[in-house]
């Protein structure tokens, strides 16, 4: 026995200082990286590369307007589309869902890429069909492309608050003779106004931190994001491009306390049977949600028809016909990247979910003070933008004893990294289920530590951890921020691929690639889905 | 007749839960709904308030058909188990909420709403958030909310769920003076028999979507009309096709059948005994101020059987 639990304390203590390690060299230290960059010159201080502040204000202007506009509309799209599946019948609401998950499952940039063939110079929609010749690029163009892409997300957020309303707040509303739009001004949403809040701000974050649509769809409106990475791929000035992180990274920072604050209001309304909803009368306020979420609906649609004819068709003196060669011409870019991605986001999959797992136990289940500290440390990768995140690698691992720029290695360090926040939030929240009480008894039945962390914590986070994993392998399959510095141009990625394509106005083939990615992505998704809703079957 | 229920059926997934039922209720009488879970009491509420679609019958409200009508058009209030409060209102808001759809202009709404708060003792509460009050003033609330629309008829859903004990004593009591003071006729629905039996005129007893009796309380006790009936409320000794109801069990000094004491339990203000007579147990009260009888002792009983 005695040896048994020496051998026991010290793996636990080798797993402590594991954990704590990767989470200083591989978070904090990038992160402590970018600001050296920026702030440090000949051992001093300085705050020159600011100095771009007073000239290109326009950047952080143009930024400010995009992500607040951005923010806007995909926060009031995404609350028509919550709003509408309150009211709709669970099949409605699992193809709602199933549209999302679509737009959820793509690289970010992807609306771009039909926007310009639907709505661009030559755009189906624009040129043949309305007869116009409008100029597409520009903040508009990067708003609706965001828009589209953010939506999602928002949505099932929102969604995810509507599930769990009590409805008898409705039917006492109700009761008191209140109509429909009152129902819905009154109660409903003033109650998820914090979900509300919190989409709003989710999606100005993400909005300020994209480069890729604004680099395709911008035109001449840059942002500081495009700037920041235009500072590193065209004129090498690292720097210049910490710098602007840092600007892009503030108002991050507060955004994401907000929504700390935010997130802590949350109702904790009780989930009652939804029996008795869907009959509320359509008036008013409910045809104005109806129009909005189909209109949403109705352009994922034909966005996601689009990329899909693109790919499987050409045209030949004006006449549109179906092919295959498109799908063979894109073989060669597809062969190797699509490979390597797959590769990597199973391993950032497996290991962001193991590194979240063990932290959370430390943490959360044992409540270890120093763990709580690393905990937050492990929460900033989702607090930047992928950008900044991404140079913080370049500059932590660009010399003896981390020499790993250029290597495969630190694209996988990156994209796991990037995604322990989201794994170490789906874990904990797993293990909110655990009582203290099994615990407890573990303990006194004679478990070490452990044995605790095997026999208990990881069989009943089991759903947890697979969830972490296939959200960590879309993201890492759909990623681009942050890795598109460390990537080595031999050894590219498939998102990279895809970027270059639409970056170059090769569209059919940026189309055979998008459906690719969205179909390894979609089926991950939904055999998950699968996996997880047998396991649950079986529980009860 | 002031409610009418008329052959109620309703249906989940082709199972019915509420089959055939009809009662009615008087201008204001208190009934209650009383049956275990399951038995459908929950679904006839909800139909009555216009919460859920029937599938046959009719519900006449003071000589209209009113099934058709939508929730909203009812003149019917509704306070349910978990309250429905609206967690982002304060008292005085939750409370005056109704009157908003009545055309009652905002001042007159505060004003009817502090009266309110007087009535239902919480006077001073009106600035609290809801999510700060204890259950039973959340009960007062989600009821005050309900009463100053002036309905006809009050639904309750298992008023008494949430609350302990000695609160539940005292919104029994509550229940019963809004009734004198408002002179509102209400219907509520519970599992809990001590309820029903404190402060309801009529009991309905459900069992599997039937109703097995309607009756007072009284009558309901010395008189089921079924098993059901029987063994759902109180205690009783059933053999063959008779029943004695255990406090109806009197040991007599002389005369009488002989029985032998094989067990007891002491519950505070009786005491529980189990006895045999003619080889079979039975159960039998005594009240505490009675002489205590000991285990393995003789005694001589009369029982008053009753034909179930």
């Known amino acids: 026995m005695g040896v048994r639990k020496k051998t026991l304390d010290f793996l636990d203590l080798a797993f402590k200082l594991l954990v704590a390690m990767v989470v200083l060299v591989f978070v904090l230290y990038p992160f402590v990286a970018v600001f050296g960059k920026a702030l440090y010159r000949n051992g001093r201080l300085n705050f020159s590369e600011f100095l771009f502040l007073k000239g290109e204000l326009f950047l952080v202007k143009n930024s400010i307007v995009s992500a607040t506009l951005t923010a806007f509309l995909s926060t009031l799209f995404a609350l028509s589309i919550g709003l509408m599946t309150f009211f709709a019948s669970s099949r409605q609401r699992k193809i709602i869902m199933f549209i999302l998950l679509l737009t959820m499952v793509s690289p970010p940039f992807i609306g771009s890429l039909t926007y310009i063939e639907l709505f661009g110079r030559n755009g189906l929609i624009t040129k043949q069909i309305l ?53 819905l001004l009154d109660i409903v949403i003033p109650i998820i106004r914090p979900a509300i809040a919190v989409s709003f701000l989710l999606s100005f974050i993400r909005s300020m931190a994209d480069f890729s649509s604004p680099m395709i769809i911008g035109g001449a409106y840059n942002t500081l994001a495009t700037e920041a990475y235009l500072s590193i791929i065209a004129k090498g000035n690292s720097p210049r491009a910490s710098a602007m992180s840092i600007i892009l990274f503030i108002p991050s920072i507060l955004v994401f306390l907000v929504y700390t604050y935010f997130s802590k209001q949350e109702q ?25 979420a189909f209109f949403f609906i109705l352009w994922v649609i034909i966005q996601y028809s689009a990329i899909f004819l693109a790919a499987f068709t050409d045209k030949y003196k004006g006449d549109t016909y179906f092919t295959f060669e498109n799908i063979i011409n894109s073989i060669p870019y597809l062969k190797d990247s699509f490979i390597r991605s797959i590769l990597y986001s199973i391993i950032a999959g497996i290991l962001s979910s193991l590194i979240g797992l063990i932290l959370s136990y430390y943490s959360y289940i044992k409540n270890i003070k120093y763990m709580r500290v690393l905990d937050f440390i492990s929460n900033m990768p989702y607090i930047v933008p992928g950008t900044f995140f991404g140079l913080g690698y370049i500059f932590a691992f660009n010399k003896w004893p981390l020499e790993l720029t250029g290597t495969g290695l630190i694209v996988i360090l990156n994209l796991i990294f990037r995604q322990i926040p989201m794994s170490i939030r789906t874990i904990q929240n797993s293990m909110t289920q655990i009582e203290k009480a099994t615990l407890n008894s573990a303990k006194d039945l004679g478990a070490h530590s452990l044995d605790i962390l095997k026999d208990v914590v990881f069989p009943m986070t089991y759903s947890g951890l697979f969830l972490s994993f296939s959200n960590a392998f879309i993201s890492s399959m759909t990623t681009i921020g942050s890795i598109i510095f460390l990537v ?3 050894k590219k990625l498939a998102t990279l691929v895809l970027f270059d394509l639409v970056s170059s106005g090769k569209y059919k083939l940026a189309s055979v690639l998008s459906v690719v990615i969205i179909i390894i992505c979609l089926s991950v998704s939904l055999l998950s889905y699968r996996i997880l809703n047998r396991g649950r079957e079986n529980v009860s | 007749m002031f409610l009418e229920i008329k052959n109620l059926t309703k249906k989940y997934n082709y199972l019915e839960v509420v089959k055939d039922i009809s009662f009615s209720i008087e201008e204001k009488e208190i009934i209650c709904i009383l049956g275990p879970s ?81 009535i239902l003792n919480l006077r001073g509460y009106g600035d609290k958030r809801v999510t700060a009050l204890s259950g039973g003033e959340q009960q007062r609330v989600a009821l005050g909310r309900a009463l100053i629309v002036k309905p006809k008829l009050l639904l309750l859903d298992e008023p008494f769920s949430n609350l302990d004990t000695k609160l539940r004593i005292s919104m029994r009591e509550e229940l019963l003076r809004i009734r004198e003071v ?49 063994k759902f409320i109180g205690s009783s000794n059933i053999k063959d096709g008779y029943f004695v109801r255990p406090e109806s069990i009197k040991v007599t000094s002389h005369g009488g059948k002989e029985a032998r004491v094989m067990d007891k339990t002491f519950k505070g203000s009786f005491m529980e005994y189990i006895i045999k007579y003619q080889n079979s147990s039975y159960l039998m009260y005594r009240l505490n101020n009675e002489e205590e009888l000991q285990i393995g002792s003789k005694i001589y009983i009369e029982m008053g059987k009753k034909k179930i």
């Open chain 1, 488 to 490: 080595y141009p031999s």
């Open chain 1, 131 to 183: 007869k116009l010749s409008i100029n597409p690029y520009g903040l508009w163009g990067i708003v609706s492309v965001q828009t589209l892409g953010f939506t999602s997300l928002n949505a099932v957020l929102l969604m995810g608050y509507l599930d769990a309303f009590d409805n008898t707040m409705i039917e006492s509303a109700r009761s008191l003779k209140a109509n429909t739009t009152s129902i």
């Open chain 1, 268 to 292: 904790r309304a009780s989930k009652s049977s939804r029996d008795t909803k869907g009959e509320l009368k359509k008036t008013g306020l409910y045809y104005a949600i109806m129009v909005l």
């Open chain 2, 38 to 118: 399951g038995c459908g009491k929950t679904t006839i509420l909800q139909a009555i308030g216009g919460f859920i679609d029937i599938d046959g019958g009719g519900i006449i409200l003071n000589g209209k058909n009113i099934e058709k009508l939508d929730a909203e058009e009812r003149n019917i209030a509704t306070v349910f188990q978990s309250y429905g409060l609206f967690p982002h209102k304060t008292v005085l808001e939750n409370i005056i909420y109704g009157l908003k759809f009545r055309k009652v202009k905002k001042r007159e709404a505060v004003l009817e709403g502090k009266r309110m708060l007087d």
């Open chain 2, 182 to 230: 408002f002179n509102i006729t209400m219907l509520f629905v519970t599992h809990d028999q001590e309820d029903a039996f404190s402060i309801a005129d009529r009991i309905i007893l459900m069992n599997k979507g039937r109703i097995e009796q309607i009756d007072s309380a009284r009558s309901l006790y010395f008189n089921p009309k079924s098993e059901f009936a029987l």
